[in-house]
């Protein structure tokens, strides 16, 4: 009896010490970070041109804000299209269906690093873009594209079959069911994924350094290499120079994910996802 | 008119769907084509199982085994480190946490899963790094703490899908509350947690920028654990700025190595998620 009252308590301070500690690690990480970049957090650092005086980080931000946009809008359509077609119209238990999300599955398990040495040898090399914005957002379209799959396959899996046989019924097809009743109603889901990957893209360091390149600029046109925000920090970080810039990157690096983590949260209640 | 705009998205949406299949292709084909040669040239048992890397000498030599084993032990290391304390936290989430309390827990994973990996090593720079060094330690403490989101949300829904009963089967039969929780409702969620874990391994052995930052990337054997180590993601990074002819593609060969180990990884996790399904 003595024992398995010991057996309670132990165990019942192991988990709660557990719990604490995952959350007391969080509260460090960003009370550190806050503690030490927000007194760094001055004007010079959103100059519109970076130089090793100021160190602005504003040709990352703008970088980081061209390259998710980019990879967004080659990455959205195929994979809303593709969640489409695996939904809507295959064949249930198709061998192609399985081929698909196996190939899907395997992609999200592929660290970035692999997308990096990829994007070198086929977007910079092979296809010879060089480091530029463009092979940096191909290369990060591939990664996110599981993401954003099965996140948009998900809601429209929720969309119930009411609305399509309603819509069946009134005499609209195929395609004008899916695009005006089926996808209006999977929209929130679709956003949380999108949003889900922008997070992704922001935090992005190693399958950038080999396909975007690090310079430091507000890119001339698709073809120049940028430094997003992330590959900024670590750039700096490598200098050892500019410490308290690189805290103040990082706040704002954080301050990015935090906004992204609230809204996609929000999204997702909204719409009564788990 | 209507007729074939319908057909003609159907090829669309079709199309689409193969492009992941396409990707996985081009991936395989490209890292294969570029990295195997070089493999051959330089003797695949040299450069698996050599120990010594040293592509600036002459003659050059391109073993690969100190990254392999550096690998190893950093992911080791992670796994001794998070899973325990992502397991327990998972438990907590899943079966004890009050649900008032799990409104800020759960973000707070969410968050953790969503720092960059350049924060982390930065962190881990200013605070791991002064302790114990740029070494194999500091690398596996913030290893350990980057997959605490990936063990703690896959352990949870795998805890989360054990049936209710189980736990108030074990209660009724007059074991504690937390004697029900290790020795029913844990073992029930096996494979899952199994799943966790090995989706774990995945993500530390493919970290690169914070281990890089932290793990001092000395490409020698591990002597000791204190002391600096190279993994293969490092080796990759490190070099592929400078490297040329057979040194390139020594790297991309290491890529390989880390490509073949994460599919290895991959199937393993997939097949215990199917086992866990039934």
């Given at each position: 009896?003595?024992?398995?009252?010991?057996?309670?308590?132990?165990?019942?301070?192991?988990?709660?010490?557990?719990?604490?500690?995952?959350?007391?690690?969080?509260?460090?990480?960003?009370?550190?970070?806050?503690?030490?970049?927000?007194?760094?957090?001055?004007?010079?650092?959103?100059?519109?041109?970076?130089?090793?005086?100021?160190?602005?980080?504003?040709?990352?931000?703008?970088?980081?804000?061209?390259?998710?946009?980019?990879?967004?809008?080659?990455?959205?359509?195929?994979?809303?299209?593709?969640?489409?077609?695996?939904?809507?119209?295959?064949?249930?238990?198709?061998?192609?269906?399985?081929?698909?999300?196996?190939?899907?599955?395997?992609?999200?398990?592929?660290?970035?690093?692999?997308?990096?040495?990829?994007?070198?040898?086929?977007?910079?090399?092979?296809?010879?873009?060089?480091?530029?914005?463009?092979?940096?957002?191909?290369?990060?379209?591939?990664?996110?594209?599981?993401?954003?799959?099965?996140?948009?396959?998900?809601?429209?899996?929720?969309?119930?079959?009411?609305?399509?046989?309603?819509?069946?019924?009134?005499?609209?097809?195929?395609?004008?069911?899916?695009?005006?009743?089926?996808?209006?109603?999977?929209?929130?889901?679709?956003?949380?994924?999108?949003?889900?990957?922008?997070?992704?893209?922001?935090?992005?360091?190693?399958?950038?350094?080999?396909?975007?390149?690090?310079?430091?600029?507000?890119?001339?046109?698709?073809?120049?290499?940028?430094?997003?925000?992330?590959?900024?920090?670590?750039?700096?970080?490598?200098?050892?120079?500019?410490?308290?810039?690189?805290?103040?990157?990082?706040?704002?690096?954080?301050?990015?994910?935090?906004?992204?983590?609230?809204?996609?949260?929000?999204?997702?209640?909204?719409?009564?996802?788990? | 008119?209507?007729?074939?705009?319908?057909?003609?998205?159907?090829?669309?949406?079709?199309?689409?769907?193969?492009?992941?299949?396409?990707?996985?292709?081009?991936?395989?084909?490209?890292?294969?084509?570029?990295?195997?040669?070089?493999?051959?040239?330089?003797?695949?048992?040299?450069?698996?199982?050599?120990?010594?890397?040293?592509?600036?000498?002459?003659?050059?030599?391109?073993?690969?085994?100190?990254?392999?084993?550096?690998?190893l032990y950093v992911t080791a290391g992670a796994i001794i480190?998070?899973?325990?304390?992502?397991?327990?936290?998972?438990?907590?989430?899943?079966?004890?946490?009050?649900?008032?309390?799990?409104?800020?827990?759960?973000?707070?994973?969410?968050?953790?899963?969503?720092?960059?990996?350049?924060?982390?090593?930065?962190?881990?720079?200013?605070?791991?790094?002064?302790?114990?060094?740029?070494?194999i330690?500091?690398?596996s403490?913030?290893?350990?703490?980057?997959?605490?989101?990936?063990?703690?949300?896959?352990?949870?829904?795998?805890?989360?899908?054990?049936?209710?009963?189980?736990?108030?089967?074990?209660?009724?039969?007059?074991?504690?509350?937390?004697?029900?929780?290790?020795?029913?409702?844990?073992?029930?969620?096996?494979?899952?947690?199994?799943?966790?874990?090995?989706?774990?391994i995945?993500?530390a052995?493919?970290?690169?920028?914070?281990?890089?930052?932290?793990?001092?990337?000395?490409?020698?054997?591990?002597?000791?654990?204190?002391?600096?180590?190279?993994?293969?993601?490092?080796?990759?990074?490190?070099?592929?700025?400078?490297?040329?002819?057979?040194?390139?593609?020594?790297?991309?060969?290491?890529?390989?190595?880390?490509?073949?180990?994460?599919?290895?990884?991959?199937?393993?996790?997939?097949?215990?998620?199917?086992?866990?399904?039934?």
């Amino acid at each position: 009896m003595k024992n398995q009252k010991n057996f309670e308590r132990i165990m019942g301070i192991l988990t709660w010490g557990a719990a604490a500690l995952t959350l007391g690690v969080l509260a460090f990480i960003i009370g550190f970070i806050l503690f030490k970049g927000v007194p760094h957090l001055k004007p010079s650092l959103i100059a519109f041109s970076y130089n090793s005086e100021n160190v602005s980080l504003m040709p990352g931000l703008i970088s980081t804000i061209l390259m998710t946009l980019l990879s967004l809008a080659i990455s959205v359509p195929v994979g809303v299209f593709a969640a489409i077609y695996l939904t809507e119209y295959a064949k249930r238990g198709s061998k192609l269906v399985s081929l698909v999300r196996l190939t899907t599955e395997t992609l999200s398990g592929i660290p970035s690093i692999i997308y990096g040495l990829f994007g070198l040898l086929f977007f910079v090399t092979y296809l010879g873009w060089g480091f530029s914005l463009l092979a940096g957002a191909f290369t990060l379209s591939i990664m996110i594209l599981p993401l954003i799959m099965r996140s948009c396959e998900e809601a429209i899996h929720s969309v119930p079959d009411v609305l399509r046989e309603g819509a069946f019924g009134l005499g609209a097809g195929k395609l004008r069911t899916i695009l005006k009743i089926v996808l209006p109603s999977a929209l929130p889901g679709i956003f949380a994924g999108i949003i889900l990957a922008i997070g992704r893209i922001v935090g992005e360091t190693a399958a950038l350094i080999y396909t975007a390149g690090t310079v430091a600029q507000i890119p001339k046109s698709p073809l120049s290499s940028v430094r997003t925000l992330s590959v900024h920090m670590y750039a700096l970080s490598g200098e050892g120079l500019h410490t308290n810039e690189s805290y103040a990157t990082a706040v704002v690096l954080l301050l990015v994910v935090v906004a992204i983590n609230t809204l996609s949260a929000k999204i997702v209640k909204s719409i009564g996802v788990k | 008119m209507n007729k074939s705009k319908e057909k003609f998205m159907a090829a669309v949406f079709f199309a689409s769907a193969l492009i992941s299949i396409l990707a996985v292709g081009l991936i395989c084909v490209f890292l294969f084509v570029n990295g195997i040669p070089a493999l051959f040239k330089i003797g695949t048992l040299e450069f698996l199982g050599g120990s010594q890397w040293s592509p600036m000498d002459q003659p050059a030599y391109y073993g690969i085994l100190p990254m392999i084993v550096g690998s190893l032990y950093v992911t080791a290391g992670a796994i001794i480190l998070g899973v325990p304390i992502g397991v327990l936290s998972s438990i907590f989430m899943a079966w004890i946490c009050p649900p008032r309390l799990y409104k800020w827990i759960k973000p707070a994973v969410d968050l953790l899963a969503g720092i960059p990996s350049v924060v982390y090593g930065f962190f881990g720079i200013a605070i791991i790094v002064p302790l114990t060094g740029n070494s194999i330690v500091s690398a596996s403490i913030l290893l350990g703490i980057m997959i605490l989101p990936t063990v703690i949300s896959i352990a949870e829904s795998a805890l989360r899908a054990t049936p209710r009963q189980y736990y108030e089967g074990a209660l009724a039969l007059g074991a504690g509350p937390y004697r029900s929780l290790f020795y029913v409702v844990l073992p029930a969620a096996k494979n899952g947690i199994l799943a966790a874990v090995v989706l774990g391994i995945g993500r530390a052995i493919g970290e690169t920028m914070a281990v890089i930052m932290v793990a001092g990337n000395q490409a020698r054997m591990p002597v000791s654990l204190f002391k600096g180590v190279r993994t293969l993601t490092a080796n990759i990074v490190i070099e592929m700025g400078y490297a040329a002819d057979l040194h390139r593609g020594a790297l991309i060969a290491t890529g390989v190595v880390l490509f073949v180990f994460i599919l290895i990884i991959n199937i393993s996790f997939s097949a215990l998620v199917r086992k866990d399904r039934g």
